[in-house]
């Protein structure tokens, strides 16, 4: 089944600096990948997603990236703040089947 | 729409009680998931059902876990007898096409069994 690997677990930046996080995947028939923002108590709500016809997608200060030879996607945040500070998931699914979730990363931005 | 409903936001009980947790997915969405969040094992896969048929229940930690969807508009998660292990936010999610489109997540019920 699908295996999903993030990194890193923790991260803490300063406000302005961006932030990168990565993840790979095991299944190569996944072909949706979507990063799902979580902040204390809440639920976990999407903020991007990137199907496995496209290499990149941008919005605003957000960006993913998908190496699908490398099984390989990237979460990018630019000009960090501190409302950014959450848990992010990174997932992966195919059509009709589960979505399995990375183990999250922490990211804690510091004012 | 009011989005992904669960209920109760938050259930107390004593080790050996059944519990039961509800969900109302949004209305037109095909497909229902139950995950349970905890800080050691991120968020899991119980099982997912489509079209209330359950399609794979292979996360289902052990016979003391059960799911059902009599109908398109409820899902029951339900543990006889509960343990304190079993202590966890659970959330129920809802998608019209997974693999195209994203989960939509209820606020989740934080689960506490002592």
């Known amino acids: 089944g699908e295996n999903v690997e993030q990194h890193p677990s923790t991260l803490s930046v300063q406000e302005g600096d961006s932030a990168v996080i990565k993840c790979t995947y095991s299944?190569?028939?996944?072909?949706?990948f979507p990063w799902y923002k979580q902040e204390l108590g809440k639920r976990p709500q999407l903020i991007i997603d990137?199907?496995?016809?496209?290499g990149e997608k941008k919005d605003q200060r957000i960006a993913v990236t998908l190496n699908k030879t490398a099984k390989h996607f990237s979460l990018h945040i630019t000009e960090t703040q501190p409302e950014d500070s959450a848990v992010y998931f990174c997932?992966?699914?195919?059509?009709?089947?589960?979505?399995?979730f990375g183990a999250g990363t922490r990211l804690f931005v510091k004012a | 729409d009011a989005g992904v409903i669960q209920s109760p936001r938050h259930e107390v009980t004593e080790m050996g009680q059944e519990v039961t947790l509800r969900c109302k997915p949004i209305?037109?969405?095909?497909?229902l998931f139950w995950y349970r969040q905890t800080m050691m094992r991120g968020l899991e896969l119980l099982i997912y059902?489509?079209?209330?048929?359950?399609?794979?229940d292979s996360g289902m930690p052990e016979d003391r876990f059960s799911a059902k969807m009599p109908n398109a508009s409820f899902s029951t998660l339900k543990i006889q007898p509960s343990e304190p292990r079993d202590s966890a936010v659970y959330f129920c999610?809802?998608?019209?096409?997974?693999?195209?489109?994203?989960?939509?997540f209820g606020n989740g019920t934080r689960l506490t069994v002592t």
């Open positions: 997932a992966a699914s195919k059509g009709g089947f589960k979505t399995i």
């Open positions: 999610a809802s998608t019209n096409l997974p693999g195209r489109s994203p989960l939509h």
């Open positions: 990137i199907r496995s016809n496209v």
């Open positions: 209305s037109g969405h095909d497909y």
């Open positions: 059902f489509n079209n209330n048929v359950p399609i794979d």
């Open positions: 299944d190569s028939a996944s072909n949706y």
